[in-house]
């Protein structure tokens, strides 16, 4: 969790008498995965599935180790159809496969107090407020795209010498239309269960709060 684009897998599976059972809700692994299975035929398997799904297959009853590489690939950052990156120009999107809601969604329908609290606790963006109150402002004219959220980043904190002030909007907006805070704590929660005696749990997280809420489960 996640199979991405297939760097783990590959060097579990150089080694011999390995199994490697992947999982990746993005449907665009589906082509890497392919060559996988093609490769390590019955060493392989692949579920286009999100974490909270880990349970939903069936599974061998030994299961020495789960690894959660949390966040996103290189290849997620470059397809600008995901919209992901504040580099690129177009429509808000963000979805990294099974969502129900965009970035665009988010930015262009809920109210300020909501985006707020949004970048607050999933970005902990310190501009926050006058952000949300801005893009407010500016949906009068027209609906908020990835060029205009980042102007309006970029204005709200003029003063800040952040190289990419808009890292910490992006995120939350990612955390957010994804569920990763959800997807996390129940693919964790499962994990425990399913996780062979002497087995090993790892994860692999890249900010603050994915960190937090790995610290308290492994601790608990």
């Known amino acids: 969790c996640t199979f991405g684009q297939g760097g783990y897998t590959k060097k579990i599976l150089e080694f011999p008498n390995t199994?490697?059972?992947?999982?990746?809700?993005?449907?665009?692994?589906?082509k890497v995965a392919i060559k996988f299975k093609q490769k390590f035929k019955n060493r392989f398997e692949f579920h286009n599935k999100k974490f909270s799904e880990i349970d939903s297959i069936k599974l061998p009853k030994?299961?020495?180790?789960?690894?959660?590489?949390?966040?996103?690939?290189y290849s997620q950052i470059k397809d600008k159809s995901k919209g992901l990156s504040f580099?690129?120009?177009?429509?808000?999107?963000?979805?990294?496969?099974?969502?129900?809601?965009?970035?665009?969604?988010?930015i262009n329908k809920l109210q300020a107090k909501d985006l707020e609290q949004i970048f607050k606790f999933f970005g902990e963006e310190e501009q926050s407020k006058k952000i949300s109150k801005i893009i407010i402002n500016h949906r009068i004219a027209k609906n908020v795209n990835t060029e205009d959220l980042v102007k309006i980043i970029n204005y709200s904190k003029?003063?800040?010498t952040k190289k990419n002030k808009a890292t910490k909007v992006f995120q939350a907006l990612r955390m957010l239309v994804n569920n990763?805070?959800?997807?996390?704590?129940?693919?964790?929660s499962k994990s425990s269960?399913?996780?062979?005696?002497?087995?090993?749990?790892?994860?692999v997280t890249f900010h603050s709060i994915e960190d937090r809420i790995c610290k308290f489960f492994f601790n608990k």
């Open 180 to 188: 990763e805070i959800s997807e996390l704590i129940i693919g964790l």
């Open 87 to 106: 580099n690129h120009k177009g429509k808000l999107n963000m979805k990294m496969g099974h969502n129900k809601v965009s970035a665009h969604d988010v």
């Open 19 to 30: 199994r490697v059972i992947a999982f990746d809700r993005d449907s665009e692994s589906i």
């Open 158 to 160: 003029k003063n800040f």
């Open 193 to 203: 269960n399913l996780i062979s005696k002497n087995g090993i749990i790892v994860t």
């Open 62 to 73: 030994k299961i020495n180790g789960i690894i959660f590489d949390l966040g996103f690939s």
